[in-house]
Each structure stands twice: as C-alpha cells, then as structure tokens.
C-alpha cells in the first residue's frame, strides 16, 4: 500500500514508506528499493507524489545495479491508495535502501550508504551501527532509515564532586545505549570544576522516553543534576529567501511525538527575545498532524528590519528541551527616519529668491544598501550618499527652499528603497516667512533659540536636556510665541516605553518582563526633575499604562504585578497636570482611567485580598455576595450565579482632571472602578455608597465614565437613597463610577413671579429715586457728609439699575447668541460688583464720620479714593477674570444660564463675584454693628424711658435704612448654601431672599426719602413752587380772557 504526500514535502517524507511482504528463498538475495512515483491527475489541479519501498528477491548472481537498472525501465505502475482508489503512477527515481544476503538460516544485512538501522532492530536485535548485521531482520518494516544530524547538548552539575575521565566514561556509555550513536565530546569544564558542557551526536531520532530514561539514570549513578536540549529532532519551515518588508512570514516547527509544552525566541544579535501572542506574533499550536503530534506555528504581522534575526523553537519533554532554528531575512527599511533642518525656518522677509537649508536624514545602523534620494515639492531632485556616524547612518544635502508665496506647505522628502524596490519616505515641511507677512521675532529662551517663525507655524526643537530624549515644539500665533510644549522624556523612562511597546508586539511578553516595566515605571515617576518637563513624563507614563493594559488582553500576568503596578499608577496622580491645555489633560486623564481599569481586569488574582498605594486602593471579592470597602466607599455586588472575582479599585485626585460635561455640576474626590475577572459585558446590580462630599444644598448624580465618548454618563445609574453624610449609587452594570454635585434648580413659578415683579417695581423705583436725586441735588448737598452720602447713593441706585435691566435681558437665554450671553454676563459682574463697591464707600465713609468726629474727610479726597474702589476695582476684577479664563482655557460664562461658571470650590469665574461681595457684606456689617453700638452709647444710664424709646428709634431707622443700602440682606444667599433644601428653614429663607433682593430698588428709594428730612422737604418745596405756578398760570389765563372777548 502506498502512501500519498504533497511534494513540497518530499523531502520531509522520504522515510514513510511500506514495505511488501517478501518471499523468503534459500541462497537468494534481498533488495529494499525506495520508489518515488508520479500521479498526474490533472495538469490544472497538481500533482502528488507517492513513496514506497519494494522487497525484491533474486537468485545470489544477480546484482542490485541489475534491479535498479530495470526498475528505470518501467514507466507506469498501476496503484491502489488507502481509500481502495486505482491511480496510474509514472516511477520517477529509486535507490537502495538495504540489502541481504540470505544462505539457509543465516543472514547478513546492511544499510546503503546514508542509511542506518531502525530502532527495532537496534534495540530488538542489538544492530546499532553502520556495520553488517547477522540477525534474521530481513522482515522487519522499515529495516534501515535515513540518517539525520541529531545533537544533543546539555551539561553535567555534580553535587559533591568534580568532573574527571571516570565521569566521561561513564557518560559515554550511557549515550552508546542510543541508536545511531556517533560521538561524545566534553566540550568544555567550567571554573567551578564541577560542572561540564558536552555535545553527543546521533544519526536517528530517538524516543524523548528513551533519552529521560538515560539522563534518569545518569544522574543516579553520577549524583548530578543534567540539562539537555537537542537539535535535529525538530522540523522546522521558514521562508528560503528573503521576506517583504511589512510582509507577513510564516515559520513553522513540528515534533513527531507529544510534547509538554513549546516556544518561540529570536535573537537578532543584540539581543533575545522569547516570542508570545502579541500585536506582531500570532501563535498557532493548533497545527499538529497523524504524524506530527507536536507542532506551533508563528506569524509575524508587518514585519519590519527588527524582526529579522535567528528564530528557536523548543517542544520541551519533561528535561529535555527539543530545538531548531531557521534565519529569517527581511528586506529592510528604516524603521524610523529623523530628519533635521537649519535654520528650522527659511526667512525670505528680505526680499531673495531662494534660502538654502540644510537637511539631515538619520537612521540606525543597516546592513542594507539603500539608494536614497530627496525631493521638493514632490519632485525628485538627486541622490544622497551617507556617511557613518556612532548613532548611525547620516544622509545630508542642502535644499533651496523657494521664497515665491505658494498655498501649499513647502516640504523636503528623503525616500529609501532596498533591494527589493521597497520605499519608505519622511517628510519634513520648511516654515517660510515670506515678505510683508506677520512672523515672531528670534527669542533665546532659558537658553533656548527659538529663530524667526512665521504666524501659525509650530517649530520643532529636537534638542532636549542632558538624560532627556525628545523634542520641544512652540507655536507662533500672530506675533507672539505662545509657550513651549516639551515632550523630552526621561531617558530611562523612554527604556520602560520601548519594552512596553516590545511587550506588547510579543517581544519577551512574560511575567517577569512585565514586573520590570512596571518596576521601571515606578522609579521613573518618582524621579525629581524640573517641572516644565514633568508633563512630557506624565504623559510618557500614562501610554506606559495604555500600551500595557493592551497587551494584557493577550498575555496572562499575575498578581505580582499588582504592588509596582498601582504605586507607579498611583505617583502618576502625585503631580500637578500643568502646562498643557485642558483638551490634552481630558485625553490623558480618560486614557489613565481606562488603562487602570483594564489593568486590573485582566491581572489574574490567586489568594491576596488586596493592595494600597497613596491614590490607589484595591479590593477583591471571591464570595457570591460581595461587600467591600475602598476609601471609606462601601461597594456591594450579588454575583448572581457568576463566578468572577469583583476588583474594586478606588482613585484619588483623578476626577477633577477628567472631562466633566455635565453644566452646573462639581466632581467628588473619589472615583470606584468595579471589574468582574473573566466576565465581560454582564449585566450586574451594583451598589456603591460614597461619602459626603459637598456642601448643603447640592444635589448627588450619579454617574459612571463612558469610555466610547470619554464623557461621564448616568445612564442606568440613580441614587437611591442621600442624606447629610452619605450618597447611595445602584448601578445595572460594571465600569468606573463616581458622584457629581450640583446645585439643584430651586426656582419655582412663584419664585419667578415674585422676582419679575421685584424687578419691575426696582427698576421703576430707581428711576423715581434718581429724578428726585436730580431735583434736589443742588439743596441736599450743603454739607460734605450729605455730599458723601448721595454720591454714594446715586452709584449704587445706577449701577442697580443697570444690573437689573441686563438681568431681565437675560431670562431667556437660549434666544441669545453667544456673543450677547457673554456681553450681559460681564456687565452684570461688573454693575453687581460697582454697586457692592459704593456700598463699601458708604459704610466706609460712616464709620469714619463716627470714629474720628472732628476730622472731617475731604471732599476730593473721597472722592479719588471712591472713584478707585467703586469704578476702578470692579473693571479691574471683571477684566482679570475674564483674561484668566480665557488663558486656563476655562469658561467664563454658561451660555444656558448666561452668568458666571461655578466649577468646583475656589474653582471657576463665580468666584471673582463672591469673594468681593462676600468681603464688602462682612465689612458693612460690621460698619452696621458699629453705627448701633455707637447709638447705644449715647444713650447714658440715668436716661428716662423716652430718651430709650427714642435711642430704639433711632437704632430701628439705621437698621432699616442701612440694610438695603449696606445690601445686607444678599448675606441670606450665603445662607442658603449652608441649608439643605429639604428643610423648611431653606424655603423661607428662599423666598426671603428673593423678596429683599428684587425688590431693592423699592428699599433704596423708600429709605432714602424717609430717613432724610432734607429731601422730603426739598421735594415738597419743589412739588408746592411747582403747584403755585400752575395756580398763578391759571388765574393769568383768567385775567386775560375777558379782554380777549370783548
């Protein structure tokens, strides 16, 4: 029977054969001939090749040349496969395998010249060598083999004694025992003197089983400890020429018998790497055949230069280690090529027609022969030439950069192409300051050159600090450079991202690299260096984390990590994200989020409960019913018949550099994260209990992070139950959690009425009061005191006037453009902040009156000083605020609500509004506080009960007339912040509230006509002069008429 095999594999299979059952004669002779046939069944399907062995018998004259010779004479054979299929087969080749010599019962065999026993007859009938063997063996199937180079490579360590010829003789003989024994050879004895390399060589493959008896066995009789590993029993399949760059090779190794386990490395001369699944390596063990019951295969995806090397692969039974190893060329391109110019800008203000640059292209060192060239503007120029520096290979030419104005970018190619007609290209874009146009000036900075740049371009500075590798950008907006942005990394830390994108490839991905990454990493983000470099850092680390949680999705790491791992995570929290703008903090805090979560997801836990670090704590849960605590977060989850382990990890100092999307709302300092191990996307029922984290009055949300949009969302999250000191979260799913306060929208329909109704009444009363003010202002104003008092006065009425008239131009503001919004919101800061500041002024001024009574304060020096505090001040903190949010990149305003942003605690625009007011109310109050006891004081002891009823008197008007004019009565929305809305206390200070304020313009005009006696006689004088004239107007016409008439 024959077997069928591919005839790529012919060579792999010229030892499968089967042989025919001989006749056995007297004083005949027996030919083992292998016979390669051909079967061509279609000339468009293919061929396939069948190997067999022939027995002949002949009579003892005739030779073997003979059979051969008439064997080649026979053109088709008809056959019979193992399916019971007839094919007609056309003999290509056949040659000797063995030959007997048979006399009565005595036999003589031997095997043809590249052939050697099989292991039956070896170990069966004691023929091992290239020697005749006498034994009747003619019928054993198969009789000889091909002989193959098999090495076996180990070393000998002796317990308690040191090597000498008695352990080489021993060692001899143990190996003889193997078929096709051929050599030992001590190699080399180490220093110790107990320990010894060896190499043996065998012509068969041999059973693992065989040899782990021998080294079993060895090591008994020499009380030694032996390693081995071989070569030649594995078969291994790689490419016989050179591979495409970015291509996509296969190797392939094969074992005939089962293994325990196996493996892939490359070493590329530099260094060595154990291969696992990766971005780059895919492994496949599923390859494995009848008769090779071992196999794994490695593809490399988009192979670059660096993946060339010799690849190792090892089936490893039991101590034995079975290895083979194939060259693997790839037709290279650099991997990375840097280019470099000077000047970093061409300068063409001066009128020339071209600015001559020099370029530099580097790349590693390479064993390729590139032919390189340059363009500009997409049109090949010439060829460059390089020469060899320690860093490597360094193409240099010098471009003229055209100064004619294009639409275009001015740019400068430099291709490579390798042997293979393969090209890779960078491209670096020259900055041109062509003539007229705006540019910013050369500036050395912190010893730094930064050359002229034209507006809009950003320049590129590849020089970085001493152990620091990188570059340093800076922009040119307008005229101005705006700050630099570094992204020089420490240059160990660069080490630690260079491993971790190798890990993630499939270069050496194992436990132990992986702990020295994050070892590295944790050491690195510790380091002290100067923080305007501290951001490039935090960022490297932060992709440090990224790159790692993508590789852990491909290979298993295990719970060592979880020390280095969250106190690397955790120092990453310790600085401060400054010098970069808020869109880039966003990215890098959701990237640092969902790296953490992945992390410690796929980080396998045997036994440990759980780890600390400074801004990371981790819990885990093995039990159905699951109850755990992170940073005083109480997190409960009912498993639900799933078997994962609940990872609860808590971050500190996170949430106020993540993105927060929702208007009105401030985040908490905690964010949970909660993981099932080995689960993905189950619906589970999780409950989070978080502590009080905000003020009185703020509402909890409950909100998890949604890593697709990078935004918080409180999609299948509500709270279930808030009080003073705790906020409970139930959640129908697993992700990162945290709680967002915001200030809940207490206006009601009521509340509304009453303040439109306040505002209209206000606004028409300050109108009122500022036309009296007008009429009597030449009377009232005898006096510097009555002077003070109505400047201050007439202020605070405009500026009230003027804050509420945008007020009410402001209630609807989904009407408004942005443009309006942002106008009315800054002249309401400004007119609420001017009419607090001459409130300040007035009180200010009283207490002075009071204090140093025969000191009479200046007219003009109230009024300077006025002018600054009432004027100058708010214009001052108005503008700041508004420059100081426009350069954090932070909003000023809320276009929905058209007035100032509240963000977090001392932290947005609302607070250059309360902190001035929150000092002008605390400082009238106090003013109020001192004008009363002063009244109290002049009232003495032995004063009569009508002397006390008037001191009351007195004390009830200044209340009264103090309180809307000191504007003491906005200290009640202080108030309500501290109140919590539930309670019955806030709803009546909420109406008060609205009450006093909308209707402050009525208190300003009714205190300041009933308190002075002045302006109501004044007004009356007014009112009467006006009365008698109408009265005398009438009589005249009276008078008159009558003359009319006649």
């Known amino acids: 029977m024959l077997h069928k095999c591919h005839m790529g594999d012919w060579a792999n299979h010229l030892h499968h054969t089967t042989i025919v059952k001989p006749r056995v004669l007297m004083w005949s002779k027996l030919f083992l001939i292998l016979i390669g046939a051909l079967n061509i069944y279609s000339q468009v399907i293919g061929e396939d090749v069948y190997v067999a062995e022939l027995v002949v018998e002949s009579n003892d004259s005739v030779p073997s040349n003979t059979v051969l010779l008439a064997l080649k004479l026979i053109t088709d054979l008809q056959v019979t496969d193992s399916n019971g299929v007839s094919n007609i087969v056309t003999v290509m080749d056949s040659g000797l395998v063995a030959e007997c010599l048979i006399v009565g019962i005595k036999t003589q065999c031997n095997c043809s010249l590249g052939y050697v026993w099989s292991d039956e007859v070896c170990y069966k009938y004691q023929c091992c060598r290239d020697t005749p063997c006498n034994k009747n063996i003619s019928q054993i199937q198969p009789l000889c083999v091909a002989k193959v180079n098999v090495s076996i490579i180990g070393s000998i360590t002796l317990k308690d004694s040191s090597w000498s010829s008695i352990e080489t003789t021993s060692l001899s003989s143990s190996l003889e025992i193997l078929n096709g ?345 510790t380091s002290d260096d100067d923080p305007s470099e501290t951001m490039a850092d935090i960022d490297e680390s932060i992709n440090v984390l990224d790159v790692m949680a993508r590789a852990s999705g491909n290979v298993k790491l295990e719970e060592d990590l979880f020390p280095d791992f969250l106190y690397a995570s955790s120092n990453i929290l310790n600085n401060t994200w400054d010098g970069v703008n808020d869109s880039t903090v966003y990215h890098m805090s959701s990237n640092y989020l969902q790296s953490v979560e992945d992390l410690v997801k796929n980080i396998h836990v045997n036994k440990s409960n759980g780890f600390d670090s400074q801004n990371l704590q981790l819990k885990f849960c093995q039990d159905t019913a699951c109850n755990v605590t992170v940073y005083d977060v109480a997190v409960s989850l009912s498993k639900a018949g799933n078997k994962g382990i609940l990872k609860t990890v808590a971050v500190k100092n996170l949430t106020d550099k993540l993105r927060n999307n929702f208007d009105q709302t401030v985040e908490t300092t905690m964010v949970v994260s909660a993981t099932l191990e080995g689960i993905n996307g189950s619906q589970q029922e999780i409950s989070l209990d978080f502590p009080k984290d905000r003020l009185p009055g703020w509402k909890p949300l409950c909100v998890f992070w949604n890593t697709k949009y990078r935004d918080w969302s409180d999609a299948g999250c509500t709270v279930k139950t808030s009080d003073n000191h705790r906020t409970v979260c139930r959640c129908n799913h697993l992700t990162s959690f945290s709680v967002l306060m915001a200030k809940s929208d207490i206006s009601t329909p009521d509340l509304n009425l009453i303040t439109y109704v306040g505002l209209a009444t206000s606004i028409c009363s300050l109108l009122i009061f500022l036309t009296v003010e007008f009429l009597v202002w030449s009377a009232v104003v005898k006096t510097s005191l009555s002077h003070f008092r109505h400047t201050s006065l007439v202020n605070i009425a405009t500026f009230r006037l003027l804050a509420d008239l945008c007020f009410l131009a402001s209630t609807a503001p989904e009407r408004l453009s942005s443009d309006s919004c942002l106008v009315l919101t800054a002249c309401k800061h400004l007119f609420y902040l001017a009419m607090f500041s001459w409130m300040l002024c007035m009180s200010v001024m009283l207490v002075h009156q009071l204090i140093f009574v025969f000191e009479t304060l200046r007219k003009r020096v109230f009024m300077f000083l006025s002018s600054i505090v009432g004027y100058v001040c708010p214009i001052l903190i108005v503008g700041s605020s508004y420059v100081y949010s426009k350069y954090t990149n932070k909003p000023y305003h809320n276009s929905k609500t058209c007035w100032l942003v509240f963000e977090k605690l001392l932290d947005g625009s609302i607070h250059a509004f309360i902190l001035p007011v929150g000092t002008i109310m605390l400082t009238n109050i106090f003013s109020m506080t001192v004008v009363i006891l002063t009244l109290m004081k002049a009232s003495v002891p032995d004063s009569s009960m009508a002397d006390d009823r008037e001191t009351a008197r007195s004390i009830l008007k200044v209340v009264c007339f103090l309180t809307p004019v000191f504007g003491i009565t906005w200290i009640i929305g202080f108030g309500l912040l501290m109140l919590e809305e539930s309670s019955p206390l806030f709803t009546a200070a909420n109406y008060l509230f609205t009450i006093l304020n909308s209707f402050q313009g009525l208190f300003i005009l009714l205190a300041a006509f009933f308190t002075e006696k002045k302006v109501r006689e004044e007004l009356k004088k007014i009112i009467m002069l006006k009365m008698n004239r109408n009265e005398t107007s009438i009589s005249h016409s009276t008078l008159i008429s009558p003359t009319k008439e006649k």
């Open 181 to 525: 024994f051929e050599s030992l050879n001590v190699t080399g004895l180490r220093p110790s003197g107990n320990v010894v390399d060896f190499e043996a060589a065998v012509a068969v493959k041999f059973a693992t089983s065989r040899l782990l008896d021998i080294l079993k066995e060895l090591e008994t009789k020499l009380d030694a400890k032996v390693k081995v590993k071989t070569e030649g029993m594995v078969t291994i399949e790689s490419p016989q020429t050179t591979v495409c760059y970015q291509s996509s090779p296969v190797l392939k190794c094969t074992l005939e018998e089962e293994s325990d386990g196996a493996n892939w490395n490359l070493s590329t001369g530099f260094r060595n790497f154990e291969l696992n699944k990766g971005s780059v390596v895919r492994l496949n063990s599923s390859c494995s055949t009848d008769k090779y019951k071992s196999c794994l295969a490695v593809t490399l995806h988009n192979v670059t230069g660096s993946w060339a090397g010799v690849y190792v692969c090892g089936f490893t039974n039991g101590a034995v280690m079975h290895t083979a190893k194939a060259q693997l060329k790839v037709a290279l391109l650099p991997d990375t090529i840097t280019l470099k110019i000077k000047p970093l800008t061409a300068d063409c203000s001066q009128g020339d027609e071209t600015v001559d640059v020099d370029v530099t292209a580097t790349i590693l060192n390479s064993t390729e022969s590139f032919t390189v060239w340059w363009s500009y503007m997409d049109v090949r120029m010439s060829n460059v030439l390089n020469t060899s520096e320690e860093m490597g290979l360094v193409y240099a030419f010098t471009a003229p950069v055209s100064c004619k104005k294009t639409n275009q970018a001015q740019s400068i190619d430099v291709t490579f192409q390798n042997n293979a007609k393969q090209k890779k290209s960078a491209r670096v874009d020259i900055p041109v300051i062509y003539v007229g146009e705006k540019f910013c000036s050369e500036e050395d900075l912190n010893g730094e050159l930064w050359p002229k740049a034209p507006a809009g371009d950003t320049v590129i500075n590849r020089t970085c600090p001493h152990g620091r590798v990188g570059y340093k950008s800076r922009t040119c907006e307008g005229s101005t450079w705006q700050p630099v942005f570094s992204k020089c990394v420490n240059q160990e830390l660069s080490e630690v991202a260079n491993n971790a994108d190798n890990f993630l490839m499939g270069l050496n991905a194992t436990q132990s690299m992986a702990i020295a990454i994050f070892q590295g990493l944790r050491n690195s983000s």
